[in-house]
């Protein structure tokens, strides 16, 4: 199930098709206009709702990042950071921003922040659906905190020992 499926606020039109748009030129290696969409997204986001803006800047994050373009990490914290601290897209932004940390040996440590940080957020919302009995919610929330903590502690145990990188 989708985000909006789980309580969250709809996103326009344009941004979906801003999105769908994006994807297709990354799928089809189209690094120079999809970089281009990205500026036209984010210019297009101003007139957008706070969640299609932290959308905006996640989507953007995320292509950029696939183009090897340095400015993906600016992109996906802006978005951690626009999204409302109890949306759902702000749990799952932090969650990519995390993802690709991992990716990059010196910023494991940030990785791992920005994955428990993203796990205690997604508690949080598990506690909130408990409080308005939303049952639904609580066993969505309680799945994918499971599946994170597993992926948190896989990535752990994959990091070097100080031995092992001394050696």
Same mark, same amino acid.
């Given at each position: %199930? ?28 189209? !690094?120079?206009? +999809? ?9 297009? &986001? ?12 996640l989507v953007g994050g995320w292509v950029l990042y696939l183009l090897k373009n340095e400015g993906w990490e600016k992109l996906l914290k ?8 109890? &949306? ?22 940030? +990785? ?31 799945? %994918?905190?499971?599946?994170?903590? !597993?992926?948190?502690? !896989? ?13």
């Amino acid at each position: %199930k989708d985000m909006v499926s789980h309580g969250q606020p709809q996103v326009c039109q344009g941004f979906i098709h801003q999105r769908d748009e994006l994807e297709a030129l990354v799928r089809d290696h189209k !690094a120079a206009q +999809a970089v281009k969409e990205v500026e036209r997204m984010l210019a297009a &986001a101003a007139a957008w709702t706070a969640v299609e803006k932290a959308g905006s800047n996640l989507v953007g994050g995320w292509v950029l990042y696939l183009l090897k373009n340095e400015g993906w990490e600016k992109l996906l914290k802006r978005a951690v950071f626009l999204y409302p601290p109890d &949306a759902l897209g702000r749990v799952w932004a932090r969650w990519l921003w995390g993802a690709i940390q991992w990716q990059i040996p010196e910023q494991s440590a940030d +990785a791992a922040t920005n994955w428990t940080i993203a796990i205690q957020d997604l508690a949080h919302l598990e506690k909130k659906a408990e409080w308005q009995n939303q049952d639904e919610l609580v066993n969505y929330y309680s799945d %994918k905190i499971t599946l994170m903590r !597993a992926a948190l502690d !896989a990535q752990r145990n994959q990091l070097p020992t100080p031995q092992q990188a001394g050696t």
